[in-house]
């Protein structure tokens, strides 16, 4: 044994003799090691028989907890992929099965992942890119497979009423598509004048809705925020938030107050055609309207409004940073489905986009029960909000009985 040590002034590398403690001590640790394993080789391969009972009940205890340790490890594994399939399933990316035979060529393209060409990110630490697309699509792939049959460079099917099955069964985000989005011509008027002059009814897609112009959607009850919404005219639409109809009805210029001139942007949630924006951008606010196209071409006509339409289910977190907006403005579109753990969800997701000191707006809630205002001012006082106005007045419906709707003014407190 010896140890190598170079020499730097004829450049050439040489051995040391070794001590003759060092070299007695490696012999000795040799002969250990050796020793060892000759008899774990003894104990493990001699038959039972050659032992004394002792023995062999040792050698059984030992194989025993070698085939438990095993089984041990088998279920840990186990588990590990399953934790893994499901990691997989709820990031969503994975839960295609883009091996089956009636999978579109363009669903295979854009959900395969890709390596990054010049390897691991070093500020992200990301290896690969991967398509975004909704985990829910699996449960609808014969509709997400029509939405992604289509010919590549050339124009996109008429079918937003496809994508809009989709949203709404959880399947967001869609997939991109490589194709031209259908060209309407429109006859838009400038501003100021388009807040309150209905633009051609050529101008609108209707494919896909029952309606084919606006008179049809005017005499519709689309929901309790609109009836009659798409009138500009002739309707109560140019009177809302000017001149109150009820006690629940806040004028915008009473709301406008309570923060002396702090309110530039604000998100309004379902909002009907647009009239809230329209009439903020009047007072120089900037509105953006969450809407979707149930029955009507809502974010068309928004949009022909001169205002910002954000197509986008209730289901979707919101694509905005934290604390961003002055005022959010909410009806009944905060009742989503009835549901108390829904309502919950977006609950907290207005409450993120709102700042501090930030107003939120409950606009004409309806109250379906005792149980359901009783249920919802619960879930308002859990947020510690400062009550600026609070009124619950009744209304009578078509039918002559009357219905209870919560109107409230909110102002969202420093939390520490």
């Known amino acids: 044994m010896g140890s190598v040590s170079l ?35 003894y104990a493990f391969t001699s038959s039972p028989k050659d032992q004394n009972p002792t023995h062999y009940q040792s050698h059984k205890n030992i194989t025993i907890i070698s085939e438990q340790v095993s089984l041990i490890l088998r279920e840990i594994d186990s588990s590990q992929k399953q934790l893994a399939q499901i990691e997989k399933d709820l990031i969503g990316y994975e839960t295609v099965d883009l091996s089956e035979p009636n999978i579109p060529n363009e669903l295979k393209l854009f959900l395969n992942r890709y390596t990054l060409p010049l390897g691991k990110d070093s500020r992200t630490g990301i290896t690969e890119m991967v398509a975004s697309v909704g985990h829910s699509c699996q449960k609808s792939m014969d509709f997400l497979s029509n939405f992604m049959n289509y010919k590549v460079n050339g124009l996109c099917p008429d079918d937003w009423s496809l994508a809009q099955k989709l949203i709404l069964k959880g399947c967001e985000p869609l997939p991109r598509r490589r194709c031209f989005a259908k060209s309407i011509p429109k006859d838009l008027h400038p501003l100021p004048i388009s807040f309150w002059k209905n633009v051609s009814d050529k101008s609108l897609s209707w494919s896909g809705l029952g309606c084919k112009n606006l008179e049809c959607v005017n005499i519709k009850k689309l929901s309790k925020d609109c009836v009659g919404c798409f009138d500009l005219s002739n309707g109560i639409e140019n ?126 809630f309806y109250c379906a029960n005792e149980d359901n205002k009783r249920g919802l001012t619960r879930l308002i006082e859990r947020f510690g909000y400062n009550k600026l106005k609070w009124v619950v007045g009744e209304k009578i419906n078509g039918l002559g009985k009357p219905e209870i709707y919560l109107s409230a003014v909110l102002q969202k407190p420093v939390r520490v």
């Not at 050439?12 to 007695?24: D, E, V």
């Not at 809302?240 to 309570?258: A, C």
């Open 7 to 41: 020499k730097i002034g004829d450049g050439t590398a040489r051995f040391k003799r070794a001590t003759l403690c060092s070299s007695a001590l490696n012999l000795m640790m040799l002969f250990s090691v050796l020793t060892t394993n000759l008899f774990a080789l």
């Open 239 to 364: 009177q809302r938030y000017i001149k109150p109809r009820g006690k629940n009805d806040f004028p915008i210029e009473d709301v406008l107050s309570l923060k002396n001139g702090g309110i530039r942007t604000g998100l309004d949630l379902g909002g009907g055609s647009g009239t809230f924006a329209a009439r903020m951008a009047e007072k120089n606010v900037t509105v953006v309207t969450s809407t979707l196209n149930i029955d009507a071409p809502f974010n068309e006509f928004i949009a022909a409004r001169g205002l910002f339409p954000l197509y986008l289910s209730l289901d979707h977190r919101f694509p905005f940073y934290d604390n961003v907006f002055d005022l959010v403005h909410v009806g009944s579109g905060l009742d989503v489905g009835g549901r108390p753990e829904k309502m919950e969800f977006l609950m907290f997701d207005l409450d993120r986009v709102l700042r501090v000191g930030g107003l939120f707006w409950l606009d004409n």
